[in-house]
């Protein structure tokens, strides 16, 4: 407990010195008269024209830029304007889905000592491994105290956000990787039932694909990785999935093995062009009728919403094939940058991501629930109602490729191995690269 007060006096301190830093902009000299008898001096002519009082911006970072994800980010950006209208807001959003373009510029900014004063980062290891540890960020726990937030975020992901008693970022939203999005009437066409066993799976896509339908919609590499996190948790169930993660499961395992042979088949579903799609492409293959199956996470319920699609006409939804009941979530949080430009105004955008009110204007457009327990549920939609109830009843599992299980050097090289596979490598030299990557950096050392 002491030791707890001790590091909220740290916060506080660093978080005064910054706020005084930011806070005391030089004061323009007088332009008035001094009141009474006497004319003032006349100015000296040399003196420079008093300077206009400094604008207040605040630039925040992330990878939402289009495909209902701009969309879900402007509806924040628009309870901030209202509450402080003049703070100028910076949007610094870099294209690419899962940030896999924005992470590099923000790598390179960070280098520089370059920060944008609020950034994108995913709950769990993204974040504690690499801007906790690399000192990049700040703790908020007294914002936690002041805003109240630790009544309305879920307890169990304070712990994702948080290392030795310090709580490091503000999550927006949940979201849900493991969804398998369909194609209602190309199913019902070809007699198909949902599947929901892999086996299943793959004797709907025998089917379909005899009929000449493209069975799975899949794009560039991560949406690869997404696809196999959801094979892995498929195949071998929450306790070996999570096994992983702790090195309790050995990546060499038969069971593993399986599961790499189920993914490997998988791939053989898919459109051959997919290295050259954005997941934008793929889910949009499903809802235009042109391949039956997607897996992606529920951002792309965001999409066809503002693609104008109907849910349970346009497209249908279902938990992967072998995870029915298990919910492998990721979070989008914000930081504070250490040495944010604009302190202030970051925590003025902090406010804003971690309110009800600006909970409530994201979730439903970018097609997540909200972080916070008290979002009012009448406002989200069919599907996210119902990823609500999933969420409060589901075992819950971690994302590897949006952050929450593996570290980020952990995780590059899992993607190294993908993509060496994907190429045309084969499953047991794919299997022999997990397994090292798991002993350079991951739990098996
Ligand atoms: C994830 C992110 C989501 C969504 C998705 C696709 O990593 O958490 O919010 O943006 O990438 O870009």
């Known amino acids: ?66 495909g209902g994800e701009a969309a879900g980010l402007e509806a924040m950006i628009k309870v901030f304007k209202a509450r402080y209208p003049d703070i100028e807001f910076i949007n610094a959003a870099v294209a690419g889905g899962a940030g896999t373009n924005a992470r590099a510029v923000l790598a390179s900014r960070l280098q520089a000592g370059d920060p944008p004063d609020s950034w994108q980062g995913h709950a769990g290891q993204e974040l504690i491994g690499t801007y906790v540890a690399g000192k990049q960020i700040l703790p908020l726990n007294d914002l936690y ?8 975020m879920p307890e169990t992901l304070i712990p994702l956000i948080s290392d030795n008693g310090n709580i490091y970022s503000v999550p927006v939203n949940i979201h849900r990787a493991n969804v398998l ?22 004797a709907a896509m025998d ?41 309790e499961t050995d990546w060499g395992s038969p069971e593993v093995k399986v599961a790499l042979e189920n993914f490997a088949k998988l791939l053989t579903y898919a459109n051959t062009d997919s290295a050259s799609l954005s997941w934008q ?19 792309a319920e965001g999409y066809f919403r503002e693609l ?34 604009h302190p202030e105004s970051a925590i003025a955008w902090l406010k804003v991501a971690g309110s009800k009110e600006g909970q409530e204007a994201f979730n439903p457009v970018k097609g997540s629930i909200c972080a916070r327990t008290d979002c009012d549920k009448a406002l989200f939609g069919e599907y996210l109602q119902s ?59």
């Open 308 to 341: 104008g699609k109907t849910p349970q006409v346009d497209y249908g939804w279902a938990p992967t094939p072998g995870t029915g009941g298990v919910f492998q979530f990721l979070s989008d949080s914000f930081v504070l940058a250490a040495n944010a430009p």
């Open 181 to 202: 999005w369909y194609n209602p009437q190309i199913l019902k066409d070809n007699n198909i039932e949902v599947p929901t066993s892999i086996e299943a799976w793959f």
């Open 387 to 445: 990823a609500m109830n999933d969420w409060a009843t589901n075992q819950v599992v971690g994302s590897l490729t949006h952050g929450v299980v593996a570290n980020d050097s952990w995780k590059s090289e899992i993607d190294t191995a993908l993509g060496l596979f994907v190429q045309g490598g084969n499953v047991d030299s794919f299997q022999a690269a997990l397994v090292a990557a798991c002993k350079s950096s991951g739990p098996c050392q």
């Open 1 to 66: 407990m002491k030791k707890f007060v001790l590091s909220l006096m740290g916060v506080f301190v660093i978080l005064s010195v910054l706020l005084s830093a930011c806070g005391t902009t030089p004061t323009a000299a007088p332009t008035q008269p001094p009141s009474g008898g006497q004319p003032a001096q006349p100015a000296e002519p040399t003196a420079p024209p008093a300077q206009p009082a400094a604008k207040q911006q605040v630039e925040v970072f992330s990878w939402w830029t289009g």
């Open 207 to 247: 089917q379909l694909k005899a009929a000449g339908v493209t069975p799975l919609a899949l794009g560039e590499q991560w949406t690869k990785m997404h696809l196999l996190e959801t094979v892995l948790l498929g195949t071998l169930g929450v306790d070996a999935y999570n096994g992983l993660w702790t090195g």
């Open 145 to 152: 105290e002041s805003e109240g937030w630790l009544k309305v």
């Open 281 to 299: 492409d793929a889910s949009q293959l499903v809802v235009n009728g042109d391949a039956a199956f997607n897996v992606m996470g529920d951002w």
